[in-house]
């Protein structure tokens, strides 16, 4: 069974960072394509980054300021120059069809 348990979210002033955790268990880990997503309310989920071994995809609102790495059987997301458009739920995702419980990222003064 997959589990996959993300950590890392909480109130951060614009400009501030974060660094998300999800630890995943349950998976031949080095083999997946691991992903980290997004959902703001009122709005639809959305990629925000992922990662295939080595080779990483970013969408275009986060390019130069969020980075996905990989550790053992962690996925890691660095939020740095977080603006307040970044509040929203963050889930690590394993396709196809497996995703974490979220972790709260609220960007704020």
């Known amino acids: 069974q997959v589990q996959l348990v993300e950590s890392g979210g909480g109130l951060v002033q614009p400009g501030g960072s974060l660094r998300l955790s999800c630890v995943a268990s349950?998976?031949?880990?080095?083999?997946?394509?691991m992903g980290w997503y997004r959902q703001a309310p009122g709005k639809q989920r959305e990629l925000v980054a992922d990662i295939t071994g080595g080779i990483t995809n970013y969408a275009d609102f986060v390019k130069g300021r969020f980075t996905i790495s990989r550790d053992k059987n962690t996925v890691y997301l660095q939020l740095n120059s977080l603006k307040p458009e970044d509040t929203a739920m963050y889930y690590c995702?394993?396709?196809?069809?497996?995703w974490g419980q979220g972790t709260q990222v609220t960007v704020s003064s």
């Open positions: 995702h394993a396709p196809p069809s497996d």
């Open positions: 349950g998976i031949r880990f080095s083999l997946y394509a």
